[in-house]
Protein backbone atom coordinates (compact mmCIF):
# COMPACT_ATOMS: atom_id res chain seq x y z
CA UNK A 1 0.00 0.00 0.00
CA UNK A 2 0.83 3.30 -0.66
CA UNK A 3 2.58 5.62 1.97
CA UNK A 4 -0.43 8.23 2.27
CA UNK A 5 -0.67 10.29 5.81
CA UNK A 6 -3.83 12.75 6.76
CA UNK A 7 -3.86 15.95 8.40
CA UNK A 8 -5.64 16.75 11.11
CA UNK A 9 -7.65 13.02 10.85
CA UNK A 10 -10.27 14.68 13.22
CA UNK A 11 -11.27 18.25 13.01
CA UNK A 12 -14.50 19.76 14.49
CA UNK A 13 -14.81 23.70 13.01
CA UNK A 14 -17.80 26.31 13.33
CA UNK A 15 -19.61 27.22 10.13
CA UNK A 16 -18.16 29.88 8.04
CA UNK A 17 -14.41 29.22 9.31
CA UNK A 18 -11.54 27.84 6.64
CA UNK A 19 -10.50 24.91 6.98
CA UNK A 20 -7.24 22.80 5.31
CA UNK A 21 -7.09 19.33 4.94
CA UNK A 22 -3.50 17.82 4.35
CA UNK A 23 -2.16 14.83 2.22
CA UNK A 24 1.29 13.59 1.89
CA UNK A 25 2.34 10.57 0.06
CA UNK A 26 5.59 8.82 0.24
CA UNK A 27 5.44 7.02 -3.07
CA UNK A 28 5.99 9.26 -5.63
CA UNK A 29 2.90 8.85 -6.90
CA UNK A 30 1.52 11.43 -10.18
CA UNK A 31 -1.90 11.56 -9.32
CA UNK A 32 -3.66 12.42 -5.79
CA UNK A 33 -7.49 12.98 -5.18
CA UNK A 34 -9.88 13.72 -2.43
CA UNK A 35 -13.22 11.81 -2.04
CA UNK A 36 -15.85 12.70 0.55
CA UNK A 37 -17.84 9.64 1.82
CA UNK A 38 -21.55 10.28 2.56
CA UNK A 39 -23.89 7.62 4.03
CA UNK A 40 -26.37 6.61 0.62
CA UNK A 41 -23.40 8.11 -1.56
CA UNK A 42 -20.71 5.82 -1.74
CA UNK A 43 -17.28 8.10 -2.41
CA UNK A 44 -17.77 11.13 -4.63
CA UNK A 45 -14.39 13.00 -6.23
CA UNK A 46 -13.81 16.37 -5.37
CA UNK A 47 -10.71 17.72 -7.26
CA UNK A 48 -7.76 15.52 -8.64
CA UNK A 49 -4.37 16.20 -9.63
CA UNK A 50 -2.51 14.83 -12.79
CA UNK A 51 0.70 16.53 -11.44
CA UNK A 52 2.58 19.92 -9.75
CA UNK A 53 0.12 22.60 -10.25
CA UNK A 54 -2.01 20.33 -12.33
CA UNK A 55 -5.46 20.16 -10.85
CA UNK A 56 -9.17 19.51 -12.24
CA UNK A 57 -12.82 19.44 -10.69
CA UNK A 58 -14.43 16.25 -10.07
CA UNK A 59 -17.90 15.75 -9.20
CA UNK A 60 -18.51 17.57 -6.15
CA UNK A 61 -16.45 20.51 -6.62
CA UNK A 62 -18.25 23.72 -5.22
CA UNK A 63 -17.22 24.85 -2.21
CA UNK A 64 -13.68 23.32 -2.43
CA UNK A 65 -10.15 24.26 -3.87
CA UNK A 66 -6.91 22.75 -3.84
CA UNK A 67 -3.05 22.93 -4.33
CA UNK A 68 -0.58 20.89 -5.40
CA UNK A 69 2.97 23.02 -4.84
CA UNK A 70 4.95 19.74 -4.71
CA UNK A 71 4.91 15.98 -5.68
CA UNK A 72 4.17 14.72 -2.69
CA UNK A 73 1.61 17.27 -0.83
CA UNK A 74 -2.34 17.94 -1.90
CA UNK A 75 -4.37 19.97 -0.04
CA UNK A 76 -7.82 20.53 0.03
CA UNK A 77 -9.35 23.89 1.37
CA UNK A 78 -12.74 24.94 2.47
CA UNK A 79 -13.04 28.56 2.17
CA UNK A 80 -15.81 29.34 4.26
CA UNK A 81 -17.14 25.36 6.16
CA UNK A 82 -20.49 25.02 5.54
CA UNK A 83 -22.61 22.06 7.48
CA UNK A 84 -22.94 20.38 4.46
CA UNK A 85 -19.55 19.66 4.39
CA UNK A 86 -19.71 17.90 7.40
CA UNK A 87 -18.41 14.17 6.09
CA UNK A 88 -15.30 12.13 5.98
CA UNK A 89 -12.77 12.98 3.34
CA UNK A 90 -10.38 10.47 1.83
CA UNK A 91 -7.35 11.31 0.16
CA UNK A 92 -6.02 9.03 -2.24
CA UNK A 93 -2.79 8.42 -5.18
CA UNK A 94 -2.38 6.33 -8.03
CA UNK A 95 0.55 5.79 -10.20
CA UNK A 96 -0.07 5.13 -13.77
CA UNK A 97 2.22 1.68 -14.04
CA UNK A 98 0.08 0.25 -11.28
CA UNK A 99 -3.45 1.88 -12.90
CA UNK A 100 -5.39 1.94 -9.88
CA UNK A 101 -5.63 3.95 -6.64
CA UNK A 102 -4.90 3.73 -2.83
CA UNK A 103 -6.65 5.54 0.01
CA UNK A 104 -4.89 7.47 3.28
CA UNK A 105 -6.69 7.00 6.46
CA UNK A 106 -9.20 9.51 6.34
CA UNK A 107 -10.51 12.64 7.94
CA UNK A 108 -13.59 13.33 9.81
CA UNK A 109 -14.43 16.63 9.33
CA UNK A 110 -17.25 18.00 11.35
CA UNK A 111 -18.94 21.61 10.55
CA UNK A 112 -21.42 22.74 13.55
CA UNK B 1 -22.25 8.92 -13.60
CA UNK B 2 -22.31 5.93 -10.75
CA UNK B 3 -22.22 2.72 -11.18
CA UNK B 4 -24.83 0.57 -9.80
CA UNK B 5 -24.05 -1.85 -6.95
CA UNK B 6 -26.38 -5.07 -6.62
CA UNK B 7 -27.33 -6.17 -3.82
CA UNK B 8 -27.69 -3.20 -1.31
CA UNK B 9 -26.91 -5.98 1.70
CA UNK B 10 -26.50 -8.93 1.87
CA UNK B 11 -26.60 -11.31 5.24
CA UNK B 12 -24.21 -14.70 5.16
CA UNK B 13 -23.64 -17.66 7.35
CA UNK B 14 -19.57 -18.68 7.88
CA UNK B 15 -18.71 -20.64 4.56
CA UNK B 16 -21.61 -19.37 2.02
CA UNK B 17 -20.57 -17.73 -0.94
CA UNK B 18 -21.67 -14.10 -2.32
CA UNK B 19 -21.68 -12.57 -5.42
CA UNK B 20 -21.88 -9.11 -5.76
CA UNK B 21 -22.29 -6.78 -9.54
CA UNK B 22 -21.23 -3.96 -10.40
CA UNK B 23 -23.22 -2.42 -13.86
CA UNK B 24 -22.02 0.34 -16.00
CA UNK B 25 -24.09 2.84 -18.31
CA UNK B 26 -20.78 3.76 -19.89
CA UNK B 27 -18.17 1.72 -21.90
CA UNK B 28 -15.57 0.57 -18.87
CA UNK B 29 -11.63 0.41 -19.24
CA UNK B 30 -11.56 -1.17 -16.08
CA UNK B 31 -13.47 -2.02 -12.80
CA UNK B 32 -11.44 -1.42 -9.21
CA UNK B 33 -13.19 -3.59 -6.14
CA UNK B 34 -12.49 -2.38 -2.51
CA UNK B 35 -13.47 -3.36 0.78
CA UNK B 36 -14.05 -0.89 3.55
CA UNK B 37 -14.56 -1.44 7.58
CA UNK B 38 -16.14 0.58 9.56
CA UNK B 39 -14.25 3.80 10.37
CA UNK B 40 -11.17 2.79 7.84
CA UNK B 41 -9.97 3.49 4.74
CA UNK B 42 -11.41 1.25 1.28
CA UNK B 43 -8.83 -1.45 0.76
CA UNK B 44 -8.03 -2.57 -2.32
CA UNK B 45 -9.04 -5.86 -3.78
CA UNK B 46 -9.05 -6.54 -7.20
CA UNK B 47 -8.37 -4.27 -10.81
CA UNK B 48 -9.91 -6.13 -14.02
CA UNK B 49 -8.84 -4.45 -17.16
CA UNK B 50 -10.71 -4.26 -20.46
CA UNK B 51 -8.88 -7.37 -22.57
CA UNK B 52 -8.74 -9.71 -19.80
CA UNK B 53 -6.07 -8.87 -17.47
CA UNK B 54 -7.06 -9.45 -13.59
CA UNK B 55 -4.68 -8.29 -10.71
CA UNK B 56 -5.53 -8.88 -6.81
CA UNK B 57 -6.47 -10.71 -4.20
CA UNK B 58 -5.38 -14.35 -3.98
CA UNK B 59 -9.01 -15.48 -2.24
CA UNK B 60 -11.25 -13.28 -4.21
CA UNK B 61 -12.07 -13.82 -8.10
CA UNK B 62 -14.09 -11.49 -10.24
CA UNK B 63 -15.72 -11.20 -14.08
CA UNK B 64 -15.84 -8.25 -16.13
CA UNK B 65 -18.42 -8.72 -19.04
CA UNK B 66 -16.71 -5.35 -21.60
CA UNK B 67 -19.63 -5.86 -23.88
CA UNK B 68 -22.55 -5.49 -20.77
CA UNK B 69 -20.35 -2.83 -18.74
CA UNK B 70 -20.32 -5.14 -15.87
CA UNK B 71 -18.25 -6.86 -13.21
CA UNK B 72 -19.16 -9.56 -10.06
CA UNK B 73 -17.03 -10.24 -7.31
CA UNK B 74 -17.48 -13.58 -5.97
CA UNK B 75 -16.97 -14.50 -2.05
CA UNK B 76 -16.50 -18.58 -1.82
CA UNK B 77 -16.67 -19.99 1.70
CA UNK B 78 -16.69 -16.46 3.42
CA UNK B 79 -14.83 -15.93 6.45
CA UNK B 80 -16.06 -13.66 9.25
CA UNK B 81 -13.21 -11.51 8.04
CA UNK B 82 -15.10 -11.11 4.42
CA UNK B 83 -18.06 -8.45 6.61
CA UNK B 84 -17.50 -4.84 5.48
CA UNK B 85 -18.42 -2.81 2.76
CA UNK B 86 -17.85 -3.56 -0.63
CA UNK B 87 -17.79 -1.15 -3.20
CA UNK B 88 -16.70 -1.24 -7.64
CA UNK B 89 -14.83 2.22 -8.84
CA UNK B 90 -15.34 2.71 -12.64
CA UNK B 91 -12.71 3.68 -15.02
CA UNK B 92 -13.66 4.63 -18.68
CA UNK B 93 -10.29 5.32 -19.59
CA UNK B 94 -6.49 4.04 -18.70
CA UNK B 95 -4.30 6.02 -16.73
CA UNK B 96 -5.40 7.04 -13.89
CA UNK B 97 -5.18 10.54 -14.33
CA UNK B 98 -9.41 11.31 -13.90
CA UNK B 99 -9.84 8.96 -10.50
CA UNK B 100 -12.47 6.70 -10.15
CA UNK B 101 -16.54 6.77 -9.98
CA UNK B 102 -17.05 4.64 -7.35
CA UNK B 103 -20.85 2.66 -6.71
CA UNK B 104 -22.94 3.20 -3.45
CA UNK B 105 -21.77 0.06 -2.15
CA UNK B 106 -22.67 -3.63 -0.81
CA UNK B 107 -23.28 -4.51 2.71
CA UNK B 108 -21.84 -8.04 3.76
CA UNK B 109 -22.40 -9.42 7.24
CA UNK B 110 -20.88 -13.00 7.83
CA UNK B 111 -22.34 -14.41 10.36
CA UNK B 112 -20.60 -17.36 12.47
Known amino acids: DAGITQSPRHKVTETGTPVTLRCHQT?????MYWYRQDPGHGLRLIHY???????DKGEVSDGYSVSRSKTEDFLLTLESATSSQTSVYFC???????????FGEGSWLTVV | QQPVQSPQAVILREGEDAVINCSSS?????VHWYRQKHGEAPVFLMI?????EQKGHEKISASFNEKKQQSSLYLTASQLSYSGTYFCGTASSGGGADGLTFGKGTHLIIQP
Open chain 1, 49 to 55: SYGVKDT
Open chain 2, 48 to 52: LLKGG
Open chain 1, 92 to 102: ATGSLSGNTIY
Open chain 1, 27 to 31: ENHRY
Open chain 2, 26 to 30: KALYS
